[in-house]
């Protein structure tokens, strides 16, 4: 089993401890590991962390300078250069837990699934006071079903099929390069292909919260993002305008009916802002099929 590890990064000095996670993983039996580091920037301002790894650790581990400031082709820089059966994606603010790959080999073996998603747990500030922050698990990222199935997948703790003809010709689309949304479409069109995802609950990744993003007006955002995502992926079937029409009319009834859950629910601090969140993501839908310009998240220090 050769597994290639792929890590995007853009101008953070976390990558350090990401890569010295991966270096301290249990490697099992009969399993080959190998890292590329595909950094963003204009500069190569990532270059001499990977060379520093480099020097002290036994994984091969491979720089790549992708420096046009769209995460789309940061990603495929990852994939051209992976020979390995299976590739993996974990963020660069992330730290990946020292059993990740044994749990994900016990995953694969004898599995037909194609993807294989594990768990985002967050790490918040020894200083953190937002209790309802903490108690909602609002920062962990896990798998959302439907009727048993998962919905769609991240790129955030993945381990894909990468040995099946489908995905060594598919690529992430640019146009999602500093909007966000490349991971879901490149899933969709995966699962089109006929490759079906599992979730791998033992595949644990941690990733540490600054207070940034410890704050409601942070979550609100992220969610808002999503649902322009969902509306742009949509978007790409050219729906007519009465399509259009019944998307924002749908989307605009879930708001309503998010929001006043949330007022009904104004005792509990955890549930009030689950709906409040859940509602801007709707939120995002309307916002993108009435063509209103996305957020750019990425390509910013």
């Not at 957020?295 to 910013?300: A, D, K, M, N, S």
């Amino acid at each position: 089993m050769r597994v290639n590890l792929c890590v995007c990064t853009f101008r953070r000095a976390s990558l350090k401890e990401t890569l010295n996670s991966i270096d301290a993983m249990i490697i099992p039996e009969g399993v080959t590991l190998s890292i590329v580091v595909a950094d963003n920037d204009i500069a190569p301002s990532a270059q001499s962390i990977v060379h520093e790894f480099n020097s002290h650790s036994p994984l091969s581990t491979h720089y790549v300078h992708a420096p046009k400031q769209n995460i789309s082709i940061a990603r495929n820089a990852c994939l051209e250069h992976c020979d390995g059966d299976w590739v993996g994606f974990i963020d660069d603010d992330e730290l990946i837990d020292k059993h990740w790959l044994v749990a994900m080999q016990t995953a694969t073996e004898n599995s037909k699934h194609g993807i294989f998603l594990g768990p985002v747990k967050a790490l918040y500030q020894p200083n953190h006071r937002q209790n309802w922050m903490t108690k909602g698990a609002f920062h962990d990222t896990t798998p959302t079903f439907r009727n048993g199935d998962i919905c769609s997948g991240y790129t955030c703790n993945v381990l894909i099929r990468y040995s099946d003809p489908k995905v060594r010709s598919m690529r992430f689309d640019e146009r999602f390069g500093r909007t966000g949304g490349e991971d879901t479409l490149m899933f969709e069109q995966l699962q089109a292909q006929g490759l079906s995802m599992t979730y791998v609950e033992g595949a644990l990744v941690q990733e540490p919260v600054p207070d940034s993003r410890s704050s409601l007006r942070w979550l609100l955002q992220r969610r808002f993002r999503f649902g322009q995502t969902h509306a742009r992926v949509l978007l790409e079937d050219n729906l007519s305008i009465l399509t259009r029409v019944r998307h924002v009319t749908l989307a605009a009834g879930k708001a309503l009916f998010c929001y006043l859950s949330a007022l009904v629910m104004a005792f509990d601090a955890v549930k009030w802002r689950r709906w409040a969140i859940r509602g801007a993501l709707h939120l995002g839908v309307i916002s993108r099929m009435l063509k209103n310009k996305d957020i750019e998240l990425y390509g910013h220090a």
